[in-house]
């Protein structure tokens, strides 16, 4: 019999097991018979790089990370664990004739091998020496294992490669497909440890059907009666079998699993409240719409005909991953959670090796019709679908969000795990979307273009991160390489900001920060080409990004030293204005610190700016306010009265002198509240009291109420310039504005006769 290891551990054991390898800390107790022997203990504990958890009495518990090899080998072994493989190795010493692997999970149907490997830092790792470890010795594990559980049923043994922090480089996944070796990376154990909550045993199925895709297991295979039929040209089935079964072979593709797949993730709560209805006794109408993905046709055995349809009995594959759902996952994964489902049935719509692009329109038509759809998610599935477009404007199109997908996968990446998709909650850390990161790589022409025009139709333009090839898919590398290094060069220069993420005082990773960061690239990269007279398709990505490097450490530079106010008048930017006034206050800072630096935007905008109009601008601001400040008042007492100050309770809204409180509260209440009205809050009190300020606030306009005093918030927005330098400068247009304003306000409000100047 062949060698077959010791330490398999199944039932309490394996749960023992279990408790100890999901930690991340190495633990054990410390005793001791006195107190001081105790403390010179621990001491010498802590000298060899434990902490105290915990102390006691007599002894007290002391623990350690573990290291990054062995963590990862319990991160899989617990993964397995939990996805309900019932028997695994005790611990690291599992061998098959002497050559020892990290990780051996069986349930009943399949045994994982697991070989493990991690890189201390982010980045390529090569893991030719593990395939060739398993291509070497795959005959004598299989050969084990079938020795001692026998074949009936004979077990699945897939041998896997999990990977922590490593970039899988081309050529080892191609190497890996071939030996027919799964690859799970760091991304795979949290997205199934995710689904594990989500779903529960069912989650196992999913692993299965990603990893043994298209292989047989003994006992899937199921027969049900159907009905056959035409619809479009496209064959279809209908059928109705229960959800456990249908679970053993359907498949749903998620987007945080795989970047080339559609599916949304499914949501913990519906799931719960489709299992309260299923409980309570509630049945579903709507049919499960599924895609068998098989080689081999569909066995469909005709018992009778009709008009146009055909009744039969329909054997479904026994193959793992071979249904792919394309709606309906919800209603069919609520019934993990059921307690009543055992004897349910739902229905289901079948379609037989449908195209990917047609599956994915009729997965968009059935949700926009049906379901609301983020606009991210169906930017992901048109693009997905264009992407095998024989129209090269679709598929070029398809390119943007593929390069935004690698900025938020890559291992090395900065923004890694911080753009948002449909399965994960935004807080301020993933804050960034795959719709603004994507078109601010459009927006910018950085892949190049791709036209109609005659007389050259399908015209394809490289662009400043193209490749050199025009290979679409070296381009999508090649972009997202510069991009992940040039975001590289923020994030560890000013690493403060950029944790911050949309919080507080944060600006640069951000959706507005990075799109400004981009435009700002586009300058620096045509500066870098016209100065250096190189171009950039000619430069790989590190020698791009290496030329342009020292031209923002004046930007790096000035954020490590920013204060709030000035962190704030960036954020306060929005929208593409925004991000246009930001990218050209970069630049200035960059002209300032190497005068050399310049462009046709940069100098447009040096001109363009009126730094003395702006000081003038203060002034006639600060007297509008005093204008407003008085004639408001003086306008609400006329007609509510003083006494009681009524004029303040009555004329002023709510939501203001609830804001005056808090200020005059903050200000220890030194000043009347009144006197903590802001600019701003005038157009507000004048709409509140139109019948009243009409004649004058609308300043000769005749135009809607809420229209006509529009000017006091723009006004109130130049003073956020005017007040604070560290915000820049006005332009000339926006001081003649101002200047505009002052003079109607002194011939509508004050009532003299406006003057040709101000």
Same mark, same amino acid.
């Given at each position: ?56 009495? /007599? ?35 599992? /061998? ?19 070989? &493990? ?313 993933? &804050? ?14 950085? !892949?190049? /273009? ?24 070296? /381009? ?6 510069? !991009? ?135 002034? =006639? ?121 002052? =003079? ?15």
């Amino acid at each position: 019999m062949a060698e077959f290891p010791n330490g398999i551990v199944n039932g309490e054991a394996a749960k023992a097991v279990f408790v100890r390898r999901s930690k991340e800390h190495d633990e054990k107790t410390v005793t001791a018979a006195k107190k001081e022997a105790l403390v010179i203990k621990v001491k010498g504990e802590e000298a060899d790089g434990w902490e105290v958890a915990k102390w006691n009495k /007599t002894s007290v518990r002391v623990r350690k990370r573990k290291p990054d090899d062995r963590q990862l080998e319990d991160d899989v072994w617990s993964l397995l664990y939990r996805l309900g493989f019932n028997e695994l190795n005790e611990d690291r010493l599992l /061998t098959f004739k002497g050559r020892q692997f990290d990780v051996f999970a069986k349930d009943e149907d399949t045994v994982f091998v697991v070989e &493990c490997t991690h890189a201390e830092e982010e980045g390529s790792k090569p893991v030719k020496g593990l395939i060739d470890k398993i291509n070497a010795n795959a005959q004598d594990v299989i050969h084990a294992i079938h020795s001692h559980y026998g074949k009936t049923p004979k077990l699945k043994i897939k041998f896997a490669i999990a990977t922590r922090n490593v970039d899988w480089r081309k050529a080892d996944k191609e190497r890996a497909a071939k030996s027919n070796i799964a690859v799970i990376t760091e991304q795979d154990l949290a997205y199934y440890g995710r689904l594990i909550d989500y779903v529960k045993g069912a989650a196992r199925f999913q692993f299965l059907a990603r990893y043994l895709e298209g292989e047989g297991v003994d006992g899937l295979r199921l027969e049900v009666p159907a009905t056959r039929g035409k619809m479009g040209g496209t064959t279809f089935y209908n059928f109705l079998i229960s959800p456990y079964d249908l679970m053993k072979i359907a498949y749903i593709s998620h987007k945080s699993a795989d970047l080339d797949t559609y599916q949304r993730m499914v949501k913990p709560a519906r799931l719960k409240s489709i299992a309260a209805y299923i409980d309570e006794g509630g049945q579903f109408p709507t049919n499960i719409v599924i895609n068998f993905k098989v080689k081999s046709p569909l066995q469909f055995e005709k018992h009778e005909s009709f008009e146009n349809s055909t009744f039969g009995t329909l054997k479904l594959p026994g193959l793992y991953g071979s249904a792919w759902v394309i709606d309906g996952q919800h209603r069919l994964y609520g019934f993990s959670f059921a307690e009543k489902g055992k004897n349910h049935v739902v229905p289901v719509l079948a379609y037989e090796n449908m195209d990917a692009a047609d599956e994915m329109e009729l997965f968009i038509d059935i949700n926009s019709k049906q379901v609301k759809v983020s606009r991210g998610l169906l930017n992901e599935l048109y693009s997905n679908l264009n992407y095998g477009s024989e129209d090269p404007v679709k598929q070029f199109e398809a390119l943007y969000p593929r390069v935004a997908l690698r900025l938020g996968a890559m291992a090395k990446s900065p923004i890694r795990n911080r753009v948002l998709t449909v399965d994960k909650d935004k807080d301020h850390f993933r &804050c960034l979307t795959l719709t603004s990161l994507a078109d601010g790589i459009k927006e910018n022409r950085f !892949l190049g /273009t791709v036209t109609h025009a005659p007389p050259n139709p399908h015209v394809y333009q490289l662009g400043q991160l193209s490749a050199l090839s025009g290979d679409y898919e070296e /381009t999508a590398e090649k972009a997202a390489d510069v !991009l992940v290094a040039y975001f590289a060069l923020f994030a560890k220069g000013v690493p403060a900001n950029w944790d911050l993420g949309d919080a507080k005082g944060g600006f640069l990773c951000t959706n507005n920060g990075l799109r400004a960061l981009m435009r700002l690239l586009k300058e620096l990269i045509a500066y870098v080409e016209d100065s250096q007279q190189v171009k950039a398709i000619h430069l790989d990505a590190d020698d791009l990004v290496e030329r342009v490097a020292p031209l923002v450490q004046p930007i790096i530079n000035f954020f490590r030293t920013a204060d709030a106010t000035q962190v704030k008048a960036f954020r306060d930017r929005q929208a593409l204005d925004g991000v246009k006034k930001n990218y050209l206050s970069m630049m200035g800072i960059i002209h300032d610190a190497i005068p050399q630096f310049t462009s046709k935007d940069l100098t447009e905008y040096l001109k363009d700016r009126d730094e003395k109009g702006t000081q003038e601008a203060d002034l =006639i601001i600060k007297d509008i306010n005093k204008i407003l400040y008085n004639d408001v008042i003086a306008r609400l007492k006329q007609k509510f009265g003083t006494e009681n100050d009524a004029w303040w309770w009555q004329g002023v809204p709510q939501p203001i002198r609830k804001e005056c409180f808090e200020r005059a509260n903050n200000d220890n209440g030194e000043k009347p509240l009144w006197q903590y009205l802001s600019l701003a809050t005038y157009q507000s009190i004048a709409v509140h009291n139109w019948d009243i300020f009409q004649d004058s606030y609308a300043l000769g306009e005749k135009v809607k109420k809420g229209d006509a005093v529009r000017w006091i918030a723009k006004l109130s927005k130049a003073r956020q310039t005017t007040a604070h330098p560290e915000k820049g400068v006005l332009s000339k247009d926006e001081v003649a504005w101002v200047r505009s304003i002052y =003079i109607k306000v002194k011939a509508h409000i004050v009532g003299e006769k406006a003057l040709e100047s101000a």
